[in-house]
């Protein structure tokens, strides 16, 4: 393009000469000047001539570049390409090893903060049987599917965490650090799709910015029984031949599950028999006062209910803690129903919560006291109140850690 914009003042300027040459029989000065426009003429047909020259040396230019970047690109692309089976040769990750965050120094973290889902409490397997059957009950009796969905049963061997559910292609996918499905790694309902039928849908392995927009994230524990009601209702409408949109399939369970936690049936249904869904930890007790006997400052901040968290807690610290002190006595601070991750850049007020009358206070929250609980407000106002500097406050929960 640029050799062509070169080219356009040439032949501009040969058609002013040749076609403007008039006035030649004017007598002697008429003929010197059509001599001079004549050997103007063939100045300017060289100079044509000489800028046809160096387009194509312009273009042999352009052709080499052009060919040397496709074979770099053609090189990173088989490169990338065997990074998957890299990987596979790689040694798995020891799940009980202990490893080093460069980033962060301990000695300079002065504040610890909690979650309480999957951080201070843990859960066994039966809880997800516990949401998965409240969720689809939900769905028959609220959103009107068929009731043979009531006898679907939780699948513990079927989901893993990390998953992404495709909205448009009713997909669940297993994506590697590349945002490509892992081997394996794709099934529509409860059956596995083959690399051709990948190839059908997605055209490649490899997921690209456009298509990920349709994707959504399945990461935290919450979400197995979450998935799995997903492709179990899938599978139904497939083995049934009913006409239906993946995407509604998707905010339906969605719905479903949100509402069982909400309405507290998730926190009423545990604490009716903690035996069967809480893990007790015996370390837990001895590993937050260790952390306050050293002058540290601890936190809770959960979405969870009060309730649901006093409840647990007593139940997981009974055994070593006994009945002359309470748990909350470990905590500088405990915040509930924070509406993470909204805490983290809205504006909300703190409210104090009256746990004898279940209401929240109207007066302005600007101290925190240790013996009183606090509901909503946000991370600035957090930090305003205890006045702690964001780099020594380390907040750990179950999806990663943040430093503010």
């Not at 000065?29 to 426009?37: H, K, T």
């Not at 047909?45 to 387009?55: L, N, P, T, W, Y």
């Not at 497939?238 to 998707?250: G, M, P, Q």
């Amino acid at each position: 393009m640029a050799s062509f914009r070169r080219l356009l003042p040439l032949c501009c300027s040969i058609n002013r000469t040749i076609f403007s040459s008039s006035g030649v029989h004017e007598g002697l000065g008429a003929n010197i000047r059509g001599y001079s426009r004549i050997a103007s003429s063939e100045q300017t047909v060289s100079k044509f001539e000489e800028g046809i020259k160096r387009a194509e040396a312009d273009n042999l230019v352009v052709n080499d570049d052009i060919d040397t970047i496709r074979r770099e690109f053609d090189a990173a692309k088989r490169s990338f390409l065997k990074i998957p089976e890299a990987l596979k040769a790689m040694p798995k990750t020891n799940p009980e090893g202990i490893y080093v965050i460069k980033g962060i120094r301990l000695d300079l973290i002065q504040v610890y903060g909690f979650d309480y889902d999957f951080t201070l409490a843990h859960y066994s397997a039966n809880l997800q049987s516990l949401i998965y059957d409240l969720a689809k009950e939900h769905m028959v009796n609220e959103f009107r599917y068929p009731e043979v969905c009531l006898s679907f049963k939780y699948d513990p061997s079927f989901p893993i965490r990390g998953l992404y559910y495709d909205k448009q292609n009713g997909c669940l996918l297993k994506l590697d650090f590349f945002r490509s499905i892992e081997p394996d790694g794709c099934f529509y309902g409860r059956r596995q799709l083959s690399e051709k039928e990948i190839e059908e849908i997605y055209g490649t392995r490899h997921i690209g910015r456009y298509r990920a927009r349709e994707l959504v994230g399945l990461m935290d524990f919450f979400c197995f029984s979450e998935a799995c009601l997903i492709a179990d209702i899938v599978q139904y409408f497939v083995d049934a031949k009913l006409e239906f949109d993946t995407c509604y399939i998707y905010e339906d369970v969605t719905r479903a599950i949100q509402h069982v936690h909400r309405s507290g049936l998730v926190h009423r249904g545990i604490l009716s028999d903690p035996h069967r869904y809480l893990v007790k930890n015996g370390q837990l007790l001895h590993f937050l006062r260790m952390l306050k006997e050293r002058g540290k400052k601890l936190f809770l901040l959960t979405n969870s209910p009060y309730y649901f968290v006093d409840g647990g807690m007593q139940f997981m610290l009974e055994d070593s803690m006994g009945d002359s002190h309470s748990w909350r006595e470990l905590f500088d601070v405990v915040i509930a129903k924070a509406n993470k991750p909204e805490f983290y850049t809205s504006e909300h007020p703190f409210r104090c919560y009256d746990t004898e009358n279940d209401t929240l206070a109207f007066t302005k929250v600007d101290k925190f006291l240790q013996n009183k609980i606090y509901y909503h407000g946000c991370l600035n106002s957090f930090l305003q109140i205890t006045g702690w500097n964001g780099p020594e406050v380390y907040h750990t929960y179950d999806s990663y850690l943040l430093i503010r």
